[in-house]
């Protein structure tokens, strides 16, 4: 007998999960959340997202304050790191938005069930071995969770997942990356700028593989100038631990002559895998993919029609953000609605300084399927706003079809690409052409102009180059 029946229950409080269930209650359905941690916010909030941008925010202050004030006639003398007093800033960001996240369900009266879930009929769900609850329907929002590449045990302390990066208890003399993708760069890049000496280390032949290339090359010659050390085309063999700390075995990828790396630190970045274990699945019939992902239809049902799953469980982009529109459309689909996500204007954001941000197709994408397009790029070295504030590093990229002038792809690099991308999704949300950006008028002076100047270029010609 179940303790409670829903219009819909919700596993996994992230992003994805939290956002729908809200959404759901919005609407006028009786739901519930469950999840296994005690804090709402799932991976993105309690140790993803959230907290490496804390961190990421903070090591640019004292970047900032020990190289780069002095600049702008700041005078600064012995700037000195309190290691503690930033992470317990880091905790504390996270702390105040759990807090909210659990104050929007009970605002929205939505029950949060803590524990695990796990599916015992197309309807009934049992938490913790325990108590059943009931729904007409059902959301998977479970995540993911790190990969573990063979050889490399993480024990959080020496050889550490992104979780215990964001940990550390002083800073590394030497850390080693493995992975050049959003995560292993972006927390290389904390700790780089807090004093330590970091090489990542990439299976590929260039950082972040499905990036568009010409901007790519541009973020990784910029990060090589400030200090971060590349091996490419390179695969860790072994990784042995000793009192003096870790050997890191590194050959190329094709085989070859090995290296060995001597660092205190390894963090792992491989990748991520969804998160499915111990949900029952089989048990109502639902089979993975070849990738362990959660099949589901254009309605993201799965192969049970009461029972569906978003986000990092099913294909796609591993984004908090996708996932929030999909749980957005599921709850919406639940009441009689017509949502639609559209997969071809999801940004990505590496969060480095400087950022990149990306929308839309790469140049090489392009030319694989063989559509004829044109580029216009502006470089924030021309850009005034860019100009007074010492921020010059990057340019923007925008990729529009040939023969209609609409914008196919955007791609920016720039401390503030990750804010500036959002009127290029909507650009590529509602059809936008490139001479549409240009012809809107953007406030002066902003570095928000120097996409409008990209725009120009790519439909007529540029003014401020």
Same mark, same amino acid.
């Given at each position: 007998?179940?303790?409670?029946?829903?219009?819909?229950?919700? &596993?996994?409080?992230? *992003?994805?999960?939290?956002? =729908?269930?809200?959404?759901?209650?919005?609407?006028?359905?009786?739901?519930?959340?469950?999840?296994?941690r005690?804090?709402?916010?799932?991976t993105?909030?309690?140790?993803? =997202? #959230? *907290?490496?941008?804390a961190?990421?925010?903070?090591?640019?202050?004292?970047? @900032?304050?020990?190289?780069?004030?002095?600049?702008?006639?700041? @005078?600064?003398?012995?700037?000195? /790191?309190?290691?503690k007093?930033?992470?317990?800033?880091?905790?504390?960001?996270?702390d105040?938005?759990?807090?909210? !996240?659990?104050?929007?369900?009970?605002?929205?009266?939505?029950?949060?069930?803590?524990?695990?879930?796990?599916?015992?009929s197309?309807?009934?769900?049992?938490?913790?071995?325990?108590?059943?609850?009931?729904?007409?329907?059902?959301?998977?929002?479970?995540?993911?969770?790190?990969?573990?590449?063979?050889?490399?045990?993480?024990?959080?302390?020496?050889?550490?997942?992104s979780t215990?990066? /964001?940990?550390l208890?002083k %800073?590394?003399?030497?850390?080693?990356v493995v992975?050049?993708?959003?995560?292993?760069?972006?927390l290389?890049?904390?700790?780089?700028?807090?004093?330590?000496?970091?090489?990542?280390?990439?299976?590929?032949?260039?950082?972040?593989p499905?990036?568009? $290339?010409?901007?790519?090359?541009?973020?990784?010659k910029? /990060?090589?100038?400030?200090?971060?050390?590349?091996?490419?085309?390179?695969?860790?063999?072994?990784?042995?631990?000793?009192?003096?700390?870790?050997?890191?075995?590194v050959?190329p990828?094709?085989?070859?002559?090995?290296?060995?790396?001597?660092?205190d630190?390894?963090?792992?970045?491989?990748?991520?895998? *969804?998160?499915?274990d111990?949900?029952g $699945?089989?048990?109502?019939g639902?089979?993975?993919?070849?990738r362990?992902?959660v099949?589901v239809?254009?309605a993201?049902?799965?192969?049970?029609?009461? !029972?569906?799953?978003?986000?990092?469980?099913?294909?796609?982009?591993m984004?908090?953000?996708?996932?929030?529109?999909e749980?957005?459309?599921?709850a919406?689909?639940?009441?009689?609605q017509? *949502?639609?996500?559209?997969?071809?204007?999801?940004?990505?954001?590496?969060?480095t300084?400087?950022?990149?941000?990306?929308?839309?197709?790469?140049?090489?994408?392009?030319?694989?399927?063989? #559509? @004829?397009?044109?580029?216009?790029?502006?470089?924030?070295?021309?850009?005034?706003?860019?100009?007074?504030?010492? @921020?010059?590093?990057?340019?923007?990229? #925008?990729?529009?079809?040939?023969?209609?002038?609409? %914008?196919?792809?955007?791609?920016?690099?720039?401390?503030?690409?990750?804010?500036? !991308?959002?009127? =290029?999704?909507?650009?590529?949300?509602?059809r936008?052409?490139?001479e549409? &950006?240009?012809?809107?008028?953007?406030?002066?002076?902003? %570095?928000?102009?120097?996409?409008?100047?990209?725009?120009?270029?790519?439909?007529?010609?540029? #003014?401020?180059?």
């Open positions: 007998m179940s303790e409670k029946t829903y219009d819909l229950v919700v &596993i996994g409080g992230g *992003p994805g999960g939290y956002v =729908c269930a809200i959404k759901a209650a919005q609407l006028g359905l009786s739901v519930a959340c469950v999840e296994v005690k804090t709402l916010g799932g993105c909030l309690n140790v993803g =997202c #959230i *907290p490496s941008k961190l990421l925010h903070s090591s640019q202050k004292f970047e @900032e304050a020990e190289h780069h004030l002095g600049d702008h006639g700041v @005078e600064v003398s012995k700037v000195k /790191l309190n290691l007093k930033l992470l317990g800033r880091k905790d504390k960001v996270v105040d938005l759990t807090k909210g !996240i659990a104050f929007l369900l009970k605002k929205n009266k939505i029950d949060f069930i803590n524990g695990k879930a796990k599916f015992i197309a309807t009934e769900i049992k938490v913790d071995g325990k108590k059943v609850y009931g729904s007409k329907n059902f959301v998977i929002a479970t995540g993911s969770d790190v990969v573990s590449l063979p050889g490399i045990e993480i024990d959080e302390k020496q050889i550490v997942s215990g990066a /964001l940990d208890k %800073v590394p003399t030497h850390l080693v992975g050049g993708g959003y995560i292993g760069l972006e290389g890049t904390v700790w780089r700028r807090l004093g330590a000496k970091v090489t990542v280390v990439e299976f590929a032949d260039r950082i972040v499905a990036m568009d $290339l010409e901007v790519g090359k541009a973020l990784h910029e /990060l090589q100038k400030q200090g971060i050390d590349f091996k490419l085309l390179t695969k860790v063999t072994t990784v042995k631990k000793s009192k003096s700390g870790l050997s890191v075995s050959e990828a094709a085989g070859g002559k090995v290296e060995t790396l001597k660092c630190v390894l963090l792992s970045c491989a990748g991520r895998k *969804p998160y499915t111990g949900l $699945l089989k048990t109502v639902i089979d993975l993919d070849e362990g992902r099949p239809n254009g993201f049902q799965t192969s049970v029609p009461t !029972i569906f799953a978003i986000g990092d469980v099913i294909d796609g982009p984004l908090a953000h996708k996932a929030e529109e749980g957005v459309a599921v919406e689909l639940l009441t009689g017509h *949502p639609h996500v559209n997969y071809d204007a999801i940004p990505g954001v590496v969060y300084h400087p950022e990149v941000a990306t929308v839309g197709k790469t140049e090489e994408e392009l030319k694989g399927a063989g #559509i @004829e397009y044109k580029v216009g790029k502006f470089p924030f070295l021309a850009n005034s706003r860019a100009k007074a504030n010492g @921020e010059t590093t990057g340019f923007v990229k #925008i990729l529009a079809d040939k023969a209609t002038d609409e %914008v196919l792809g955007v791609h920016i690099m720039h401390n503030d690409a990750g804010t500036m !991308i959002a009127e =290029c999704v909507l650009a590529l949300e509602y936008a052409s490139s549409d &950006i240009a012809r809107t008028c953007h406030a002066h002076p902003t %570095v928000s102009e120097a996409v409008k100047e990209a725009a120009l270029a790519a439909y007529s010609k540029a #003014i401020h180059s």
